[in-house]
């Protein structure tokens, strides 16, 4: 168990649709991270925060946003869904800034899937 | 952009039979080489952390080495516990993000 909450496990929901995913970090961890794993596409980075600010995006499409919370939990917003939005969605959080060396630890996993 | 290529994409074994997964990298400057183990529909568990040539890490049956271009994971005398998909990680000086390779899948047989 890596200490890392993902809720929920599994979301079933059909295309147009908007889906919240929720993720709580390690105690003590600032730093969260969301990625995306599909078949063909392997585990991309969507979007970092630190501490309740945005850090950093990769390939992140409009459609989707997230924000961490005071509390540190963070949440990931997909909207106008795709069939192509099936997805593993991954949250991973880490101690450190920065300029500090720190392992990401992932959490288990949301599994959407758009019908 | 970061690039990781990881060989070969999947590999029988048998039990006791020693092998070694490939992964190669490009990268601005590295921060860190990771290697994960992924279950199916599980997330991602971290095994080791590399952060410069000539740094070998090991934990029970795997032992992970690093070179200027390339990690090695050595799975020495394999169970069927080690079936899994081993993931290659790095990240760059300046940026946080993880970028992955697709993976080594291996199955171990009894």
Known sequence: D???TQTPKHLITATGQRVTLRCSPRSGDLSVYWYQ?????????LIQYYNGEERAKGNILERFSAQQFPDLHSELNLSSLELGDSALYFCASSAGTSTTRHTQYFGPGTRLTVL | EDQVTQSPEALRLQEGESSSLNCSYTVSGLRGLFWYR??????????FTLYSAGEEKEKERLKATLTKKESFL???APKPEDSATYLCAVQAYGNN??????????????
């Open chain 1, 2 to 4: 890596s200490g890392v």
């Open chain 1, 37 to 45: 794993q599909s078949l063909d596409q392997g585990l991309q980075f």
């Open chain 2, 38 to 47: 992924q279950d199916p529909g599980k997330g991602p568990e971290f095994l």
């Open chain 2, 74 to 76: 050595h799975i020495t």
């Open chain 2, 97 to 110: 993000r993880l970028a992955f390779g697709k993976g080594n899948q291996v199955v171990v047989i009894p």
